[in-house]
């Protein structure tokens, strides 16, 4: 089945055209980070109206970029929640619009869904499998025992992991978002310089809080006496970034042995992060586990990774409405019941 797969749930307006759920023929993300750069974060409305302006040209470019025309898609797919829902709003209405005029089916998938299943567009990883969600708004870990059959074995309390990259990121001065640039130059810096706190390491559950982590680092920069700099700031973002993904990975793992599953998947935003990649892959071959990760361009927003649910659901005939509605939170393990 060929089908048109749309995101807008945040501040990536993206399109893409996906072949049985496998085989990715486009991909087209038009960021509005520099728009919201100099805010500090994502600015809602202005996330709306900047959607707006885009959803059509991707699309456009989707279609020609893959080499079809709105004739040949057999289904469309789109972001239903969780998001900003002025942002979720206009994805949906733009899917309706086609699926009414084009008289083609229509399903919403759900935002993070699209992240955990991301790897399948380019490896097979049988079910069932843990997944590490580690984005902007997620640190959750998810069972997924089949597309649609979700459970939820832990979440944060506070702050998302990618939350805490950007927040840190800010404090040390690094611009918004600053996950990527706190990756860079931790490579550089010796991660056991500062000892940051490792929140519920030792808690017997798998939920995350990494608001801690932040107020540490808020303290360690108004003890010095000036901005931090060269050596120094490495030092600090190796540091933090240890905390975070020892956190992530500990917990991961633990996971993955109370749970009995042999295959991890760590997608999302934060997902690109090398220390994570770095550490998540040896711990994963001292237990005789296999990870995966997407590729960058898979972890971060796109649409191309809905189309590996919405391919399926659309096959199945699990088909929306024209009042399908955004779902500003939707928890993934109640998809299954919601889909219409
Ligand atoms: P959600 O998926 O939870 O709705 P989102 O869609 O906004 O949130 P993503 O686009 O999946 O989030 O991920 C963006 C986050 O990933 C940002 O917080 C960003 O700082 C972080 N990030 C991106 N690259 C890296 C990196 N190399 N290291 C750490 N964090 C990173
Ligand atoms: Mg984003
Ligand atoms: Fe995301």
Not at 125 to 139: C, D, E, K, Q, T
Not at 281 to 291: L, S, W
Request: charged fraction near 20%; include cysteine; hydrophobic fraction near 45%.
């Amino acid at each position: 089945m060929l089908v048109l797969t749309i995101e807008s749930s945040c501040d990536e307006t993206s399109a893409a055209v996906v072949r049985d759920g496998q085989q990715v023929l486009a991909n087209i993300v038009a960021s509005q980070v520099d728009v919201h750069a100099r805010y500090g974060g994502v600015v809602p409305e202005l996330a709306s109206r900047k959607h707006m302006q885009a959803i059509s040209v991707v699309i456009d470019e989707a279609l020609e970029k893959a080499g079809v025309t709105l004739d040949d898609i057999e289904g469309i797919a789109v972001t239903r929640g969780p998001g900003l829902v002025g942002a979720l709003l206009v994805g949906l209405a733009t899917a309706k619009a086609l699926a009414f005029a084009r008289n083609i089916p229509l399903v919403g998938v759900h935002h993070m869904e699209g992240h955990i299943l991301a790897p399948l567009l380019e490896q097979e990883v049988a079910f069932p499998y843990l997944a590490l969600a580690v984005s902007g708004g997620h640190s959750h870990l998810y069972r997924v025992d089949g597309i649609g059959r979700y459970q939820i074995l832990g979440r944060t309390l506070d702050d998302a992991a990618g939350e805490a990259f950007d927040k840190v990121a800010k404090l040390l001065g690094l611009g918004y978002p600053g996950g990527a640039v706190v990756d860079r130059l931790a490579a550089e810096g010796d991660p056991a310089a500062i000892d940051f706190p490792r929140p519920l390491l030792h808690k017997d559950n798998f939920d995350f809080s990494f608001s801690g982590i932040k107020t540490a680092m808020l303290y360690h920069v108004k003890a010095q006496s000036g901005p931090i700099q060269g050596q120094q700031l490495k030092d600090v973002a190796a540091s933090f970034q240890q905390a975070v993904v020892e956190v992530l990975c500990k917990k991961t793992l633990r996971a993955a042995r109370q749970f009995d599953l042999q295959r991890i998947v760590v997608a999302g935003g934060v997902a690109c992060n090398k220390g994570l990649r770095r550490m998540m892959a040896e711990m994963a071959a001292e237990q005789g586990r296999e990870v995966f990760f997407p590729s960058p361009a898979l972890c971060q927003d796109n649409a191309a990774m809905l189309g590996v649910a919405g391919n399926a659901y659309l096959e199945q005939g699990l088909c929306a409405d024209l009042d399908l509605n955004a779902r500003v939170n939707w928890p993934l393990d109640q998809v299954g019941a919601t889909l219409d």
